[in-house]
């Protein structure tokens, strides 16, 4: 019964090279087509002489080089606040690339960049100019900002006063499931998953806020068995990364010493180390259910339900009640399985709480489509943050957006430049780059050429 929105594809450039993902934006409850005008872009409704602005601190993730410039960009263009972007120290080299892109804001005096670390990241969010707090990071970090640190945020925490009163708007990761549905697939079908899961897993190394990080998995399909092995394979045989993000060894360690099942799946000369940790059942040590790992691990889960419908209803309580955080989700199901539920899967997809759901394509691809929303589940109360609290991106500006949700081909014809083993990424990337830039069906003939040869 909710209204849903298409995004995307839009255009017939976006419709040649989605490779046949689309998204829809579900509303929250309330919202329909009749009002859906009035639940749009709410900001631009208040006439622009009597608009009041803000200055707003933008503190940027370390990771993934684009999200910091789109926060900003969220901030100045969906909420009318001018920002000061604090980068993360892991992306200072990113300073010049970031000021010749946001020069025009910069001169205009809108826009602010600044570099170092904690000790300058506390100074500003506790600077009286600053009036809102956008943070892209760890729900640690967040609660430190808001509640500080110790016994004394403990007990601020309780009595519900933060220590810092500024609206704070927070993007924060997620335990992301990966819902395998039992269903009637071939080898061809197993061999290509198997690169998909672990493509979720290990692309930029497994430091994504969206990196799969438990496959949920049914103890009773006949292929379950051989699909794990597959995706253990793809995961040691994927190309090595380096461990460039502070502390992700260090992790990688603590988590082998916590489940003594782990399996390394690495060589002793590694780049990075791979592990592999199959969960039976849920795990009485509930670290690893309770906090995103951000390193390359991945675990695997045990379901008894055997039936696709029952299954996916157990994954998907299992995913809301027990999974830290619900930033995003994939589930990957059959085309067969698909039809056999009919109508049926859309209603289980409204129970999964998440502010992304991928279908058959993973749910970064709703990170990298600005049209759609991206952020956590609406809800999530101050003190109890999880994956944070609002949205970025949503370039059509949906005031009472629930969640996006993709749905992408079981098997894709051309193989998806987010997957670790594409062979010409390199190459792919500055064309699509260029196409973004200046768009031209005249570029399509070397993109798709350069994307066959993946």
Not at 19 to 44: C, H, K, R
């Amino acid at each position: 019964g909710q209204l849903a929105v298409k995004v995307f594809p839009r255009t017939l450039l976006e419709k040649v090279l989605s490779g046949g993902v689309s998204a829809e934006v579900w509303m929250e409850p309330g919202v329909s087509a009749d009002n859906l005008a009035s639940n749009t872009a709410q900001a631009y409704n208040t006439p622009e002489a009597s608009r009041e602005g803000k200055i707003a601190l933008v503190l940027g993730a370390g990771n993934v080089s684009s999200i910091a410039p789109l926060d900003v960009l969220h901030k100045l263009l969906a909420e009318h606040q001018v920002c000061i972007l604090k980068l993360n120290p892991v992306n200072e080299y990113m300073l010049p690339y970031f000021s010749a892109m946001l020069q025009p804001a910069i001169d205009l005096g809108i826009v602010r960049i600044v570099k170092g670390g904690a000790e300058l990241g506390a100074y500003l969010s506790t600077h009286p100019l600053v009036q809102a707090i956008h943070i892209t990071g760890s729900e640690a970090v967040h609660d430190a900002i808001v509640w500080g640190v110790g016994d004394d945020a403990r007990d601020r925490k309780r009595a519900g006063t933060p220590k810092n009163p500024r609206p704070v708007h927070s993007e924060l990761g997620a335990v992301t499931p990966t819902i395998i549905v039992p269903g009637p697939w071939n080898e061809a079908d197993l061999q290509h998953q198997a690169q998909a899961v672990a493509s979720q897993k290990l692309q930029n190394c497994g430091f994504n806020c969206a990196s799969s990080q438990l496959m949920l998995l049914s103890a009773g399909w006949e292929f379950g068995a051989g699909f794990e092995q597959l995706v253990k394979q793809a995961l040691a045989q994927a190309p090595q990364r380096v461990a460039y993000y502070p502390g992700a060894r260090q992790r990688l360690q603590d988590i082998r010493k916590r489940y003594p099942m782990a399996e390394l799946l690495s060589g002793p000369n590694a780049l990075c180390e791979r592990v592999y940790i199959p969960f039976d059942t849920a795990p009485q040590d509930r670290y690893f259910l309770d906090n995103e790992v951000f390193c390359p691990v991945l675990g695997r889960m045990l379901l008894p339900q055997s039936d696709p419908e029952p299954f996916l209803q157990a994954a998907i309580d299992f995913a809301n009640r027990e999974l830290r955080g619900t930033l995003s989700a994939n589930i990957i199901i059959h085309p067969a399985t698909l039809s056999q539920l009919g109508g049926r899967f859309d209603e289980l997809l409204q129970a999964l709480r998440y502010g992304c759901i991928g279908v058959n394509v993973w749910a970064a691809f709703g990170f990298a489509t600005p049209a759609t929303p991206w952020g956590a589940f609406p809800g999530h109360p101050l003190d109890d943050v999880q994956s944070g609290r609002g949205s970025v991106h949503n370039a059509f500006m949906f005031d009472r957006a629930q969640r996006t949700v993709l749905r992408g081909p079981f098997r894709a014809m051309v193989k998806p430049p987010w997957w670790v083993t594409h062979a010409s990424a390199d190459k792919l990337g500055p064309k699509l780059t260029a196409m973004e830039y200046r768009p031209s069906l005249f570029k399509l003939p070397s993109i798709l050429y350069t994307a066959l040869q993946a």
